[in-house]
């Protein structure tokens, strides 16, 4: 699909519609001469984002957490056993 220019082709276009969008005036996909809102990004768009990064961050701890456990439990029988 690269070598025959297709991803070239479709960037070019949704670039040229994303254009006539934003400086003429033109809603793209929106009917002809509709106006585009453009709206900033506000933590209510990235509340799933967040949430997922944060259940990441929680998971990463808990299996730190055991790991750190069971090295310790397992060095603490390791010198027990061999005196």
Known sequence: MVQSGLVDKWR??????????????????????????????????????????GSGALLAANVLFIEGVAQYLTSSHLSTWST
Do not use: M, R
């Not at 009917?31 to 809102?37: Q, W």
């Open 12 to 53: 070019k276009n949704e670039v040229d519609t994303f254009k006539q969008s934003v400086f003429q005036g033109k809603g793209g996909g929106q009917g002809e001469g509709s106006k585009v809102a453009v709206k900033p990004l506000t933590l209510d768009h990235l509340q799933g984002a967040i949430y997922i990064l």
